[in-house]
């Protein structure tokens, strides 16, 4: 059965990706990888993916088939389609945007991003390699930290592989691996507006990439404007405007889930 290995730009797939490379923990190469971008990634992120794209073909001669779909998440979200029979238009594909009612009641909207701009193109790739109905081995890059985010596949023909956790591996191990071989440490990847940041991560972005974290303050504001829903949408749990967050860390429980690490191949929350 072939064997393709999801990419997600980040730690772990990256880690993950090496591994089986190296031949390591009795993992043999897969056939080949699958990266969808979502056209939202960080610059850092775009760079990391071309340079680790590069550097596995030069060095492995192992492939890495990059997917888009449409125009990247935040331009579908920013230029809904309008019909042509009443002139109305609905968001599709959205992320999951904090809301909040007249009422001040917090909520959150159901994600759709990662069904339309991860797992569907990814699947669209990999079918366009295989005869139909073919059944293949999917490689997920989950650390064991993150265990509870496996899934088992609801598709017949795909088994879902998790080779990070089959061999205990966890997130430091996976960062100390990357930089042994010699390769730059990567970072958490994700959507740069991901609702799923947790307060640390905005901060690091705020601090460190603040071209990114400005962009993120100004899609909130647009899609403020033309999301249709009788509530307020927020990129943060708190649903203030993000330019005003504290973003403090008071380690507790959040009725809402955040993003442990990157949006690794399927966004596995
Ligand atoms: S990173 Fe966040 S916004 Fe981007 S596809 Fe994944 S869940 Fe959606």
Aim: with cysteine.
């Amino acid at each position: 059965m072939k064997n393709i290995v999801t990419y997600g730009g980040g730690t772990q797939s990256t880690a993950m990706i090496l591994m089986a490379l190296n031949k390591e923990f009795g993992l043999s190469r897969p056939d080949f990888g699958v990266y969808a971008d979502t056209g939202c990634e960080p610059e850092f992120i775009n760079e990391y993916v071309n340079y680790f794209i590069n550097y596995v073909k030069n060095i492995y001669d192992f492939d890495i088939y990059k997917i888009m779909h449409r125009e990247g998440l935040d331009q579908h979200i920013l230029t809904p389609p309008i019909s042509s029979r009443n002139g109305n238009f609905y968001t599709s594909s959205t992320p999951p945007f904090y809301t909040k009612s007249p009422t001040g009641k917090v909520g959150m909207l159901m994600r759709q991003c990662t069904s339309d701009y991860k797992i569907k193109p990814l699947r669209k790739l990999i079918n366009s390699k295989f005869k139909r109905g073919e059944p293949y081995i999917k490689w997920i890059g989950i650390s064991f930290d993150e265990r509870s985010r496996m899934r088992i596949s609801t598709e017949k023909k795909i088994i879902n592989f998790y080779p990070l956790v089959e061999n205990f591996i966890r997130r430091n191990q996976s960062i100390e691996y990357v930089i042994k071989q010699g390769l730059k440490p990567p970072q958490r990847s994700s959507c740069y507006f991901c609702p799923f940041h947790s307060n640390n991560y905005w901060q690091w972005l705020r601090k460190y990439h603040n071209k990114e974290f400005q962009k993120a303050v100004e899609f909130e504001i647009q899609t403020q404007n033309l999301i249709q829903t009788q509530d307020l949408i927020f990129l943060h749990s708190s649903c203030k405007p993000l330019s005003e967050v504290e973003f403090i860390n008071k380690n507790q429980l959040s009725a809402f889930p955040e993003l442990i690490d990157e949006c690794a191949g399927e966004c596995g929350i």
